[in-house]
């Protein structure tokens, strides 16, 4: 199917001018459906296809960052436009025959309902936002509770506050308690790091160590790989050279380990 | 057995230092069983006494004690299942000025949308919402939830256990709605839209 | 040019709102240079619209229409520094009886904190929970009791027998848990509510 370049030209005179932005596919549908003054239940598929399109062509063009979420709709909508062309096929004798369009109309005037019910929240909140509080806290020499920050009253408390908090002892923890990095020998052993490059430099390659250790996912793997080279060194099974380039390269000796020497290295 | 008099100044007392709604009932149980009845009309007693209107319209017979005439900077609001002692919204333009304090955090429309989704729905899970809204509610939710509008309540057992919504105690009292009941019906908003304007003003 | 009304809402509003004493002349300065005598009468008028004694004159309406005559919980207060609104002083009794009755429900952020340690590694001790917040946590384990949020779930076999702490059912309760295997992981969250942010390119 042939979908045709859609051009600016399709989009109102206003929109041309100054993009407007939208909370969504949904919202941008419902104001097209608004500017073509049509019915929300009798949507002209093909007219609103061509203008989401030119839409999305145009907020790409000035790098506007729009959501998958419309390019998903955008998608919707072309098949719907197809379909709309195929002849439809009635449900059964005597039923109105089936309009494609069910589902979006479904979609948009709940969505509608919902916007709606939005800007009176939006318009209530603005009304509110005039309100204030009395500073300071009740008075504690009453009896009162003592007032300090983050305390939060106990029907109010949720799971997100209970996340949070154990989030904020947990990196104060680790801030008193720089992780040392034999804890996480368990993830990463020196051993496991060793083998590791055995294999690596049994390849024949030569072998950049600089890249090699950028490769591992964490600092705690790198000092493992580092331990590693280092026992290596000291086995005698590689040589470390740093070449004039100032690249340090390994090469593998032509000794043969030991299965106990490397047994013994830190697991 | 509390004089009325002093029942109602009791009142205003708690009301202003508390900076919570308090339910009517925790007002009432500050006194004696007997006089539960009274304590409620002193209550009513109070809430009226601000909500009289700038202008000195109607308490005629009041100038002697100065109490009316003027104009009320602030006044009981019904929120929340409580009733607390704020400024009137119309005050505000004073209040910046004298505390010279500029704009406060807006929601966002899309966090408003969502958040009125949860409230009409609620409880309501994320794909639930991005598929009323078409839109990903990821990072609004965390909005929501770091402003107190919503909560977890639990997960909702399909595919993927995902988190339920609910909306909180805080979301009413930002909204000024007595209970979840309060929500403007989905259908006669603009009704419900002008009724709610009045009670603030 | 400011409405007589106008004004002394405004002063009423700045002094409800503030906790410290404000200058005369600050509560003055809010007006236009025109409306400063003016504006120092509205101060004396709120100030006396106050201090309205509660046995009073206004007793006589008993049917409560409310429209002042009852008590005065609050009054402004002349210090060294100018004014304030705050509670007088015969007031502390029943203020005191307030909160006494209605008890804090408000928990610290230490006893969130412990609270959050012992449900996401129960059982924890007192110990365990001080290596990792470094504080003593015996005053808000306390708190964490009478609230029931947690029990004590035995003891544990090393030095001191220190008891161990769970979490009850009343916990699972109030965050809408099925069991505790429904807790979300610390990093789920998270995912749950950066994911899907998809865009294009």
Known sequence: MNTPVPTRGLLPEAWRVDLPVFEGPLDLLLQLVKVNKVEITDIPVATICDQFHAYLALAEELDLDLAAEYIY????????????LLPR?????????????????????????????????AEIESLRRGIWRREGGPPEDLGAPAEEAGEIDLGDLSLYDLLGALRGVLVRYDKAHPPAYHLDREHFSVRDQVHRLLAE????????????LRARSCRAEVIAAFLAVLELARL?????????????VLYRTTREAAGEELEALAG | MTERAEMEAAIEAVLFVSSEPVPRERLAEMFDEADRAEAAAAID????????????????????DGAGGGGRGVFVEEVAGGVRLVTRPEMNPWLRRFFEVTGSQKLSMAAIETLAIIAYRQPMTAPEIQELRSV??????????????????????????????????????????????????LDELDEALEEAGGEIG
Not at chain 1, 73 to 84: D, F, N, Q, V, Y
Not at chain 1, 201 to 212: E, I, K
Not at chain 1, 236 to 248: F, I, K, N, P
Not at chain 2, 56 to 64: I, L, M
């Open chain 1, 73 to 84: 709709e955008a998608a919707l909508l072309i098949h719907l436009k197809s379909r709309m």
């Open chain 1, 89 to 121: 096929t009635p449900r059964a004798p005597g039923e109105p025959e089936e309009d494609p369009r069910e589902e979006l109309v479904a979609r948009l005037l709940e969505y509608r309902r919902l916007k709606e019910a939005a800007q009176s929240l």
């Open chain 1, 201 to 212: 430099l049994d390849r024949g390659r030569p072998f950049d160590l600089v890249a090699d």
């Open chain 1, 236 to 248: 005698s099974l590689v040589r470390v050279h740093q070449t004039e380039a100032g690249d340090v």
């Open chain 2, 45 to 64: 007693a109070v809430v009226r006494r601000y909500a009289a209107e700038g202008g000195g319209d109607g308490e005629g017979g009041e100038g002697g």
């Open chain 2, 136 to 185: 990903s509610p990821s990072g609004v939710i965390k909005t929501l939830l770091e402003r107190r509008m919503i909560r977890i309540a639990g997960r909702k057992e399909v595919v993927g256990r995902p988190f339920l919504y609910c909306t909180t105690r805080e979301f009413l009292v930002h909204f000024g709605l007595k209970s979840l009941k309060d929500l403007p019906p």
